[in-house]
């Protein structure tokens, strides 16, 4: 369900989870990451004692996230509620993206033979425990919490800066979009909605072109560098304070579409690009776009 070819779907939860914003941090971080990190996450993993109960708590927690599965028929108000916060993956679907996808250059030989160095699992258990501990926040208690990212911190303050965010050869329009967004006003609110509730009505050819913009990406290896921009562009809504409402009722949608196009601008048919851009650049202009 959730994996970086598919980074617009985990954007899509995170955008909508009280503790979305940080996972996309850890993500991010995670992706920066390179084999002389893995010894300074390994050595400040707690050893299974600590670690066992907080697994127990968070595989508690996990079946008290929102899900479709307790709507009402009879009570339209609150599925509403649940189709706005529920999730579309879960928590073993964040854990494997993290495992076998941003980590996996850390993974020796394939197939069932593929296996991780002690370091390298030890290294990616700590990113577990700090996501999961973000993903999981309006369900887990702040003592958990604390406990299961009290190691990825830790870290943080020994890791080297790490190398920049790379958001590929668009870098420039990928920024300034996302640096619009987090300054978005009011009226620009307005105007976001009220483009989202356009695209919803008109969305024929909106899915094909996501597709497009995604093979894209995994055709020139910029897999990776997408699903970089989409986190961005989940902090990037939080700091903007777009409503809950709105994030699920296409205005994520837009922008994970603009987001992806741009990131593969050079390689998309301008029918494709002008499908993606389009309703964001009637939102806020085109001063973004470059």
């Known amino acids: 369900m959730y994996s970086l070819v598919s980074a617009p779907v985990l954007g899509f939860d995170l955008t909508r989870l009280k503790g979305g914003s940080a996972t996309a941090e850890v993500l991010l971080r995670a992706l920066r990451l390179s ?5 300074t ?6 050893d299974e004692g600590v670690r066992g109960p907080l697994w127990v708590e968070v595989e508690s927690a996990a079946r ?16 509403l509620a649940l189709v706005e916060r529920a999730p579309i993956g879960s928590v073993d679907a964040l854990l ?15 197939g069932r033979d593929a296996a991780q160095t002690e370091t390298a699992a030890s290294a990616t258990a700590l ?8 993903y999981l926040r309006e369900v887990l208690d702040e003592q958990t ?14 890791l080297p800066a790490g190398k920049p965010i790379d958001l590929g050869p668009h870098h420039y329009a990928v920024s300034a979009l996302l640096d619009r967004l987090r300054s978005l006003s009011a009226n620009d609110l307005a105007r976001l909605t009220s ?33 970089a921009a989409q986190m961005l562009l989940v902090q990037a809504i ?16 837009m922008l994970s579409g603009a987001v992806q196009a741009l990131v593969v601008r050079d390689l998309l048919d301008t029918a494709t690009a002008h499908r993606l851009l389009s309703p964001v650049i009637a939102a806020l202009g085109p001063a973004w776009l470059g």
């Open 127 to 134: 990113l577990c425990d700090a996501a999961v501990a973000s």
């Open 145 to 158: 919490r604390r406990m299961l990212g009290a190691g990825w911190v830790s870290a943080l303050r020994k």
């Open 41 to 46: 996450l390994a050595e400040r993993l707690p």
């Open 35 to 39: 084999s002389g990190d893995l010894p």
């Open 64 to 79: 008290r996230l929102p899900s479709l599965k307790a709507m009402k028929p009879d009570d339209p108000a609150s599925s």
């Open 96 to 110: 494997t993206c993290l495992r076998y996808d941003v980590m996996a250059w850390t993974w020796q030989g394939s």
């Open 195 to 227: 483009s989202a509730a356009d695209a919803r009505r008109s969305a024929g050819g909106w899915s094909p072109a996501v597709h497009s913009a995604s093979w894209a990406a995994y055709l020139s290896d910029r897999v990776r560098t997408a699903a």
């Open 238 to 253: 939080d700091i903007a304070s777009i409503p809950l409402a709105e994030r699920a009722g296409g205005v994520w949608n």
